[in-house]
């Protein structure tokens, strides 16, 4: 499969007063043409984080440390700013998770739709109005043309949060990256939006970048995961395979997590709490909560090794078995 995104040891630091904060390190993953990938992991395992490096949207004090993102075969790290404005929000664009804070308040929400369409495409505003009315049905809100006419604090946080999905759709980009886009959203609302994700894909062959908490969310609309823990991928692997036969200790914990309406086992929460970024443990940072764990974990930071066919695992137990 051609790959759209080709990301490679990615490093990301933040230099505060109180240290270094060691974000993402050395993450690896790529997306294919037409594939839908999702992110999982923990809050503050390095997601978000990630995708803003992807984006160039890295603030200060943070610094992208070290690594490449190919996009379409460019090195979109070294590019300059300006190259940027063309490639950002045109053919890669980010739907965030707290759109009360990425929207303008002071603008209304047709204005910011329309705007978005005109600078990329150079269309008439007319024209970009109707495809924003048009994609806000779509989301399932009926009152498009008054929705509109509004201010983002009108509108309640769900419907906020469509008009960020819209807004990131508005010019059909080669890569979507959506950072929580279920987040306040009702059981109906979220089928609508996957089905729209999906046909989006399936009408232009975009990429789609799915950052989530909810592993339902992946099972239903991706084609491979991707597991992040403390700034580094625990295991990628297809969609089917990852549910099937989860290989890392960590993801194992995260599926047995999830509540079943057809069972009646308990739950069983990871114990716990993922790691401070600024005081990262020494060797696999899960070794403190793994059930699993040996000495060398403690000591030595594992690579990611191919387990099976497109499933890599970062742990010690199957670099021993596949080397041993």
Not at 109 to 135: D, F, M, N, P, S
Not at 178 to 187: F, K, M, R, W
Not at 283 to 291: A, E, L
Request: proline share 6%; hydrophobic share 40%.
């Amino acid at each position: 499969m051609e790959h759209i995104l080709d990301v490679r040891g990615l490093e990301v630091r933040f230099f505060t007063y109180f240290g270094v904060v060691h974000a993402v390190n050395g993450v690896s993953y790529q997306i294919g043409a037409g594939e839908t990938v999702g992110v999982v992991g923990e809050s503050g395992s390095g997601k978000s984080v990630s995708a803003m490096a992807v984006m160039g949207l890295v603030e200060q004090p943070g610094y992208v440390t070290a690594g490449t993102v190919y996009f379409q075969g460019t090195d979109l790290l070294t590019l300059p700013e300006r190259e940027w404005d063309k490639i950002r929000g045109n053919d890669i664009t980010m739907c965030f998770q707290n759109p009360m804070r990425a929207l303008n308040p002071l603008m209304r929400i047709g204005r910011q739709l329309t705007r978005v369409y005109v600078t990329h495409t150079h269309a008439r505003a007319a024209k970009g109005r109707r495809r924003a009315v048009e994609l806000l049905r779509e989301v399932n809100i009926a009152d498009a043309e008054r929705v509109m006419d509004r201010y983002p604090h009108q509108l309640s946080g769900g419907m906020c949060q469509r008009v960020m999905t819209v807004m990131a759709l508005m010019c059909e980009p080669r890569l979507l990256i959506l950072d929580e886009p279920t987040t306040g959203l009702d059981v109906t609302v979220q089928k609508q939006l996957l089905h729209l994700l999906r046909a989006l894909r399936d009408r232009t062959t975009a990429s789609q970048m799915l950052i989530t908490h909810d592993l339902g969310v992946v099972a239903n609309i991706c084609d491979s995961v991707v597991v992040m823990y403390a700034g580094r991928v625990m295991e990628q692997a297809p969609v089917e395979r990852l549910f099937s036969e989860p290989k890392h200790p960590y993801t194992r914990a995260l599926l047995q997590a999830i509540p079943r309406v057809e069972s009646r086992t308990m739950l069983r929460p990871i114990p716990g709490d993922v790691p401070e970024a600024l005081s990262l443990p020494p060797g696999c940072s899960f070794h403190p909560r793994c059930t699993s764990r040996m000495d060398k974990c403690v000591r030595f930071t594992p690579n990611l090794v191919m387990v099976a066919d497109q499933q890599q695992v970062a742990c010690h137990f199957y670099a021993e078995e596949k080397h041993g």
